[in-house]
């Protein structure tokens, strides 16, 4: 297997390309795919502030390696959602790896914010806690960014976390989400700020092989609630896909963007927002939806 731009030998094979890469034009590889999505859709220019939003795992860490490695201007937030081990786990990654690069960190806590992890939240709330812990996150991202004067949140979302909402988007024909889901979520009100995906093009595979080449140490291990969900399902369906004919989940994807998107463009609501009676932060209703999660689990506001 030899490199397909130098001819020396490979060290990964992408078959949806059909091309295999030395290590310096993977890289090269990664980085012009990250550029072109930045470029494509207008992420953010070259002196823009970027919060980058962090987990520890290797999608979040890969991203902000890749954009500090550009030159871009990236700071991380990491969430600590307060899982016993897990949180501590993932939380000592992300440290490490701020302390390592010289990079800018911002923590903010749930526990601290709210005397209470994830968990223990959504029990109190008794909704699920992947949907509390969505609510959460959407809220301190953009109170995060808004404190800080960022001009854009990046997230680590990929290739096949993309075509894996798609799916699920397109099995229970969510024509809302269908309208809205894009690489580039516009801040639609004063008090919001922008949202990127720059890894969109990119699978998890090569994300994962990124973070070998670029000793990026990260953890392993899953969020232990993201057990039993549907997207890992949707994953495991479309890498079997895949595996058959490669390159069907960006073709899936890109196809979507390109085309298939805006046959649900009237599917858009224009809905009018207005500041949450007790947190300010957008909201269609009187009171936002994190917020009365928060009086549900009985937490003073
Ligand atoms: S962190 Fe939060 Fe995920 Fe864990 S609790 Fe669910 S939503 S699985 S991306
Ligand atoms: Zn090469
Ligand atoms: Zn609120």
């Not at 919060?51 to 700071?75: F, I, M, N, Q």
């Not at 600590?80 to 690069?101: P, Q, T």
């Not at 004067?149 to 099995?171: K, M």
């Not at 989940?249 to 007790?278: H, T, W």
Request: a positive charge.
């Amino acid at each position: 297997m030899k490199c397909k731009k130098c001819k020396q030998p490979a060290i990964i094979a992408l078959r949806r390309h059909n091309a295999a890469f030395c290590r310096e034009h993977y890289l090269e590889y990664f980085y012009g795919q990250v550029e072109r999505a930045v470029k494509e859709y207008r992420m953010f220019a070259r002196d823009d502030r970027i919060l980058v939003a962090v987990s520890g795992g290797k999608d979040s860490l890969a991203l902000w390696d890749v954009l500090l490695t550009l030159g871009y201007r990236a700071d991380g937030l990491y969430i600590d959602l307060g899982i016993d081990g897990y949180s501590e786990r993932s939380k000592e990654k992300v440290l490490y790896f701020a302390r390592e690069r010289g990079a800018n960190l911002r923590i903010a806590s749930i526990k601290e914010e709210y005397g209470l992890g994830i968990r223990e939240l959504a029990r109190k709330a008794r909704r699920a806690a992947c949907s509390v812990c969505g609510l959460h996150k959407r809220y301190l991202f953009n109170r995060e960014a808004m404190e800080g004067e960022y001009d854009a949140i990046a997230t680590g979302h990929n290739l096949d976390d993309e075509a894996a909402t798609l799916l699920g988007n397109l099995l229970n024909w969510n024509t809302g989400y269908l309208a809205r889901q894009s690489p580039l979520l516009e801040a639609t009100a004063a008090n919001l700020v922008k949202k990127v995906k720059p890894l969109y093009r990119l699978t998890e595979r090569e994300i994962a092989s990124y973070a070998v080449l670029r000793r990026v140490d990260y953890i392993v291990e899953e969020c232990p609630m993201a057990v039993g969900a549907k997207s890992i399902l949707y994953k495991n369906v479309l890498n079997q896909l895949e595996e058959v004919s490669p390159g069907t989940k960006a073709r899936f994807l890109f196809g979507f963007l390109e085309e298939g998107r805006q046959v649900f463009a009237g599917e858009k609501e224009e809905v009018a927002l207005k500041a949450c009676a007790l947190c300010g932060q957008p909201t269609t209703a009187e009171v936002c939806s994190r917020c009365r999660t928060l009086r549900r689990a009985g937490v003073t506001l």
